[in-house]
């Protein structure tokens, strides 16, 4: 009965459905290893965004520490109401440093005591000027300098390299992913590390 059907009826459009399988196939298959080296890029890109900011931070504690105990150490220089009150801000800044890391509310609240405590001890540039007069004090607030302008560069660096890994977090593809699975999103550090007035100006003289 179906002797008097054309040859070509049924092998026309097979063969039309081949050959449009084998165009496609290769371009979705590019497609899918560009996606896929994508993916995989993005997600090596915000591994090492995360050990940045985690290697940032712990510098930023390790110059925080270093300004406390350099508070310490000078406490002793000032008369003894300021020097207590110095003296329980650095205390309080390295006890809030055992904890490793701690919180960044936490780290916030000590370290802006901190620094108020600093800019209340030395705000007055003639005041830290007459105690450099004795040299083992002068090279003590050397230090003291330093280290709280090593706080201020260590913080703006931890900022940065957090602020770098919002931006791969913001990323649709990232979100839709799910490319940062459960590790916390990064957080900047607001807090003041202003330097003492007095002790810029020492610094620099």
Not at 70 to 76: D, G, M, T, Y
Not at 77 to 98: K, N, Q, Y
Not at 137 to 148: F, H, I, P, R, Y
């Amino acid at each position: 009965m179906l002797s008097g059907l054309p040859a070509g009826l049924f092998s026309g459009p097979r063969s039309g459905l081949g050959s449009d399988v084998m165009t496609w196939a290769p371009m979705v298959l590019v497609f899918l290893v560009l996606v896929g080296w994508y993916l995989s890029y993005s997600a090596s890109r915000l591994d090492r965004l995360h050990h940045r900011v985690e290697s940032s931070r712990a510098a930023l504690d390790a110059q925080l520490a270093r300004r406390a105990a350099a508070a310490l150490e000078a406490a002793p220089v000032l008369d003894p109401a300021t020097g207590l009150l110095l003296t329980e801000a650095a205390a309080e800044s390295l006890a809030a440093a055992e904890d490793s890391p701690p919180s960044v509310a936490v780290l916030e609240e000590v370290e802006n005591d901190l620094t108020r405590a600093l800019n209340a001890a030395f705000s007055d540039p003639d005041d830290v000027l007459a105690l450099r007069a004795d040299p083992v004090t002068s090279e003590v607030l050397d230090l003291l300098g330093q280290a709280c302008l090593r706080v201020q560069l260590a913080r703006r660096f931890h900022n940065d390299a957090v602020a770098q890994a919002e931006r791969v977090h913001d990323k649709r593809i990232v979100r839709v992913a799910r490319l940062a699975g459960h590790a916390e999103r990064p957080q900047m550090i607001e807090m003041d590390v202003t330097s003492p007035p007095g002790l810029v100006r020492g610094a620099s003289s």
